[in-house]
């Protein structure tokens, strides 16, 4: 939108062609997401404080916790939405298919949370939106963006499979292309989902995670780059980076308000939209499994729900105290800043493994 205008004056104002620069406007994407969410989130925690839009805590966790949480509000990922939103639209190329991919998949699954928010707080309890319901509304977005994208971009590699470490290690998936994308967005948008119970918890990693695919999306899309660390080259997706900088940008500023003790929740509104559309990131630019690396504490979270869930069921017994596994910690009395600082440490060695692969082929 203002990237189009700004770079037409460039004929007549050198000094615009600056626009021109990928990097640049990825700068800017960070900066005017960081400052919307900075301006609108005081009068939106204000907003929902006066009209009780306030988050349902789960009662079968530690008392403190309980106690501490109780009347905070929720939907915060509104604060994060509305910023990445415009700020994509401020600075990508609207011509990209890509960046409309992403943005579509980014506001369905924050409808899709949205709807589940707002059945929590009517119900006046954490039972939002039956699981079915929510996992048939992931399911649908999820083939939505694959249809997107398979009849409306020029992807040549879109279901292929690379490896990280072995620059000749390619799969072609064939069929199974579809089941295989579509479990990655939905177990991306529920593990986010599932970290997202302490405060500030899950705002870090999907920064961190947001970051590195920035630099990753830049990489992919430049001829050079890709061909110096044998990755595959993939036209167009380098402006995805300006929509992974509106994230890093929102999320920092909404830190800023979730930093324990929270002011507000992300809630599903926030997490699933998040976790969905670093998921598609993935997809586009073929670093699926780069993201279970970068990503590996929301796998880490994920897997010890799954892990708690089996063993119930077959032995009656749990191994965890709670889970999700940050819920373990909790149970066991480390304090909430102890958990959540030890976690983003976790995160930030991950990203920086991830990021390694990149070289390491």
Same mark, same amino acid.
């Given at each position: ?20 620069? &990928?990097?640049?406007?990825?700068? !800017? ?10 301006? +609108?989130?005081?009068?939106? *925690? ?13 009662? =079968? ?29 401020? %600075?990508? =190329? ?8 992403? *943005? ?34 992931? #399911?649908?977005?999820? +083939? #939505?963006?694959?249809?997107?994208? *398979? ?23 064939g069929i199974f292309f579809i089941p295989f994308v579509l479990f990655v967005i939905i177990g991306a948008s529920n593990a986010v989902n599932l970290t997202d119970g302490l405060d500030g918890l899950a705002t870090v990693p999907v920064m961190l995670v947001a970051l590195s695919f920035t630099l ?14 044998? +990755? ?39 997490? !699933?939209? !998040? ?24 796998? #880490? ?32 009395? %480390? ?24 070289? &390491?082929?």
């Open positions: 939108m203002l990237y189009s205008l700004l770079l037409s004056l460039s004929e007549t104002y050198p000094g615009f062609f600056v626009f021109k620069f &990928l990097t640049f406007r990825t700068g !800017l994407s960070v900066g005017t997401s960081l400052i919307i969410s900075f301006l +609108i989130g005081g009068p939106l *925690i204000r907003s929902f404080s006066n009209n009780q839009i306030t988050g349902q805590i789960r009662r =079968d966790g530690p008392i403190d916790h309980i106690i501490k949480k109780t009347g905070t509000p929720t939907m915060g990922g509104i604060i994060i939405i509305i910023s990445m939103t415009i700020s994509t639209l401020l %600075w990508s =190329d609207l011509n990209n298919i890509f960046i409309w991919t992403l *943005i579509f998949i980014s506001l369905a699954l924050a409808l899709l949370g949205f709807i589940d928010d707002y059945l929590k707080i009517k119900k006046k309890n954490s039972q939002g939106l039956n699981s079915k319901f929510k996992f048939l509304g992931q #399911l649908l977005v999820g +083939i #939505l963006t694959i249809l997107i994208l *398979i009849n409306f971009s020029d992807h040549e590699y879109l279901d292929k499979l690379y490896f990280p470490f072995f620059k000749n290690l390619i799969i072609d998936l990753i999306c830049y990489l992919v899309g430049n001829v050079i780059f890709s061909d110096y660390l044998y +990755i595959q080259f993939i036209p167009g997706v380098g402006e995805i980076s300006v929509f992974c900088g509106s994230i890093v940008g929102s999320c920092l500023g909404f830190l800023w308000y979730n930093a324990p003790p929270a002011k507000i929740f992300m809630g599903d509104t926030g997490s !699933l939209s !998040l976790g969905g559309s670093l998921a598609a990131v993935a997809v586009i630019v073929k670093h699926e499994i780069v993201l279970a690396i970068i990503g590996g504490l929301f796998v #880490l979270e994920t897997v010890s729900v799954i892990i708690q869930v089996i063993s119930f069921k077959l032995t009656g017994k749990r191994v965890f105290m709670m889970a999700p596994i940050h819920h373990h910690f909790e149970k066991k009395g %480390w304090p909430e800043s102890t958990i959540v600082i030890r976690f983003w440490i976790i995160a930030i060695i991950l990203a920086l493994i991830g990021l390694a692969t990149l070289k &390491l082929r």
